[in-house]
C-alpha cells in the first residue's frame, strides 16, 4: 500500500470534522472517520518538526545573533 502525505489526512480530518458540526449527517461523519483511521495505519511520518534539530549543531534561542 502506498505511504499517504500527512497534509491528506489533515485533510480528511477537516472533512470529518465538517460532518461532525452537522448533526444531521452522522452517516457520513462514521464514513469519513473509518476513512481517517485507515489513511493514519498508511500515513508517512511527518518529520518536518524535527528538521531543524537534525540539521543544527545545536537548537538556536531568540538571543543568538
Same mark, same amino acid.
Do not use: C
Given at each position: 500500500?502506498?505511504?499517504?502525505p500527512? !497534509?491528506? &489526512?489533515?485533510l480528511? #480530518?477537516n472533512e ?5 458540526? @452537522? ?5 457520513n /461523519?462514521?464514513?469519513?472517520? !473509518?476513512e &481517517?483511521e485507515?489513511? #493514519?495505519?498508511?500515513m508517512?511520518?511527518?518529520k518536518? @518538526?524535527f528538521?531543524h534539530i537534525?540539521? /543544527? ?8 545573533a
Open positions: 500500500m502506498e505511504v499517504i500527512s !497534509a491528506n &489526512v489533515g480528511k #480530518i470529518w470534522h465538517m460532518y461532525i458540526n @452537522r448533526f444531521d449527517d452522522v452517516r /461523519a462514521e464514513k469519513v472517520k !473509518a &481517517v485507515q489513511m #493514519i495505519d498508511v508517512e511520518e511527518n518536518s @518538526r528538521t537534525l540539521s /543544527a549543531d545545536r537548537v538556536q534561542t531568540p538571543y543568538d
